[in-house]
């Protein structure tokens, strides 16, 4: 053979080889990442599913407990309930079974059979005696599976406040589906993203999470609600937005072990919000952080695929937003979540204004919320005019008030509960029978169901989210004849804000401003101080002292960088340690003591 056709034989099998191996190597990769595509597509659904089958068994649990309290309160007034009353009650709470139990565990009301013929309830299970002997607070059934029973249940078990009776609580699995599905249509995966309160989306997560890593004794998940998350609000996919903070929370306990706390904190910054999911964790080592959130990255799972991280940065970045990781090995990790923030939907109450000539009504059969309501009320006095506030537990005592009183009840601020227990009427039903209209205020923890808010819009009435109640910023208007005070009633000009969580310390700098005739504003934390801020109650002239340890380990010095981009440039750090142990800091004017500008006199000091 000739050496020229050597040769060309000699390239030909390396081309060939070297094609050979292209090809090979195309199809693995076309191999790989078709596997990755299925691994997604799979993790995606079981996702789902799961966050399905959870939210399933927290709302279940949740509906089990409200109905059961109830029930025992109702027991504790006037004793065991005739069976009518029972069934009333099962039909207006929304559940499948209703029944009371006596001390020796026998059945002696039941909404759906005779008691005589249900087998004594020790007998199921003897633990439930811990119930009347005080070693057990409630006992509470898994889903049961649908044997002997037609379908599954599920089961909780309370006792009265004397442990005399108990009361059990039965909900059927297909009905738990029947509630659910009211007005989820906009929570379906897949739906386009809406205009969603996200402290409400929160609470539901983090009640499911509790729920699902129950057994974890040492292990606390803290979901920071507070002043600074009222009324935020995104564009976003709420099945999409669950499911990424169910992930963050999943991958937070997992990083912590036997014990640690998992935080989920959510503030507005700007036009902005910021939502974070800290955990006090081992951390994540550098070279390791960089990576995470790129498809195929993980760390610490065993068999994990990288892919919860990715599709969670994909999301939020597909809302505006962004997702970062912030880590310190020993420390523990941080995931915030950045999201544009959305203007609220008209029937959201962002600010209540109050006229101190006019009464607030309170109408609600929960006496806890009263006392919510007056709390914040009674809290405007030292600053403001003393507000008139009537508290009504049955319709028709605030339908009695209106028609004695129709001139005052004209201007009043009326703040109604939906759901009135033992009664028919509800709050929109006499919202739209007396007239309110846009006086009318629903506190509600049902403003998310399509009815109740399309006859809201239809009334003009507005809504305040139960849980809510007690960070709703309030603004006082100015009485006639009186000077210029701000929002909730104070001087629109303030001497000096301290932010302090030693009760004592804001005590003593109360002291030493009354004495010298200034005006002080103390808050026990940064949350409440950007609260009045939001509502308007502080100048931005209004220098700021602000401690540097305070409560749940905020810093002082961080939370001032938040004070200072609102605009304040006199903050001062007010500290007992020595001005030297901090660095120079651009949004602290100086570091300075515990003693309040004005100086002590001998009456302020106070022991110890």
Known sequence: MRFADKLFLFAFLIAASLGLGVTLAARAYMKTQARLTYVAKCSLFADSLGHTLNQLESNAETLLYGVGRAVVLDDDQHGPLPTGRLKGLRDELGVTHLFIIDAKGRFIRSTNEDPNLIPNLYSFCPKYADLVTGRARSMTTPIIPPNPEPKPFKFLTLPNRARTRLIEVGLRVDFIGKVLSKGAASERPGAPPEVFLLSSLLDSVVTEKRLQFRSRIGVEIENRVDAASYGLFAMVQAVEFKRLISNLVNNAVEALGDEGTVTVRLVAQADRLRLEVQDTGKGIPPEILAKLGARGETHGKAGGLGLGLYHARASAESWGGSLELQSETGRGTTAILNLPQARPPEWFVCVLELDPRRPVVVLDDDTSIHQVWQGRFDSL???????????FSTPAELRGWVKADAARARGTVYLMDYELLGHQDTGLSLIAELGLGERAILVTSRFEEAAILAECLRLQARMIPKGLAGFVPIRVRPAAGAGEPGPDGRSARLDAALIDDDALARMTWNMAAKRAGKTLQTYADAAAFLA???????????????????????KGEDAAREIARRGFKEIRLATGHEPSSFPAMAHIREVVGKTPPWGLDDADRTPG
């Open 381 to 391: 006095r030292p600053t403001g005019q003393a507000l008139e506030v009537l508290h």
């Open 532 to 554: 009045d801020l939001d509502a308007g109650s502080i100048p931005a002239d209004t220098p700021v002292y602000i401690d540097s340890s305070l409560a749940d380990g905020v």
